[in-house]
Nanobody, 125 residues
Framework: QVQVVESGGGLVQPGGSLRLSCAAS????????MGWYRQAPGKQRELVAA???????NYADSVKGRFTISRDNAKNTVHLQMNSLKFEDTAVYYC???????????????????WGQGTLVTVSS
């Protein structure tokens, strides 16, 4: 079984900072892209930031210059440093990972897109 677990959400005032972390675990052979998505009440889930195995990053325009995504390939973790938080950053943040895992039943390496359970970030004064 492969899973990702997020941590680090919470309540923060406008202008403050939070750091989200996500760790992937299981029979992992390798991980391709990792990313963070968010879903605000009444809105669709949207990409916040993504990072490839080589470190190439992609950000939503709304977070460029404020958020930084990073990953540790050896530890199968990805982080999102969020600075200068705004009211509109309030959402449930989800970790996403494109995982290649060892299926011991079939003895094959398989691909799975894995989502975390989400962590709530609330920006409020």
């Amino acid at each position: 079984q492969v899973q990702v677990v997020e941590s680090g959400g919470g309540l923060v005032q406008p202008g403050g900072s939070l750091r989200l972390s996500c760790a992937a675990s299981g029979n992992i052979f390798g991980i391709d892209d990792m990313g963070w998505y968010r879903q605000a009440p009444g809105k669709q889930r949207e990409l916040v930031a993504a990072i490839s195995t080589s470190g190439r990053t992609n950000y939503a325009d709304s977070v460029k210059g404020r958020f930084t995504i990073s990953r540790d390939n050896a530890k199968n973790t990805v982080h999102l440093q969020m600075n200068s938080l705004k009211f509109e950053d309030t959402a449930v943040y989800y970790c996403n990972a494109e995982v290649y895992y060892n299926d011991y039943v079939s003895r094959k390496t398989r691909y799975l897109e894995v989502w975390g359970q989400g962590t709530l970030v609330t920006v409020s004064s």
